[in-house]
């Protein structure tokens, strides 16, 4: 699994990274988070507002910081 949170480093992007390391670690599942924080990338995916989440290629959340919840609700889903 490819998990990517984009964004700029900012307290938001913090916070939907742990949520989503906290998420990851409940479900026991082994994934590296990868932090994107080059404009450049992130526009590349698509992305025009951050934080946003990105699963295996696909954008999950844009413009907001999911819950642990919300981020364990995607991954079932996917």
């Keep these: 699994m490819e998990v990517k949170v984009l964004g ?3 307290a938001n992007c913090i916070k939907l990274a742990d949520n989503t390391k906290k998420a990851l670690e409940e479900m026991n599942i ?3 988070i ?5 404009m450049s990338d ?3 995916h ?3 507002s951050t934080p946003a989440l ?3 290629g696909k954008i999950v959340a844009s413009g907001r910081v999911l819950t642990k919840r919300e981020v364990v609700s995607y991954i079932e889903s996917l």
């Design 30 to 32: 082994e994934a590296d």
């Design 34 to 38: 990868i932090k994107v924080t080059e």
């Design 54 to 56: 990105v699963i295996d």
């Design 8 to 10: 700029g480093g900012c």
């Design 42 to 44: 992130i526009l590349k």
């Design 46 to 48: 698509g992305v025009m």
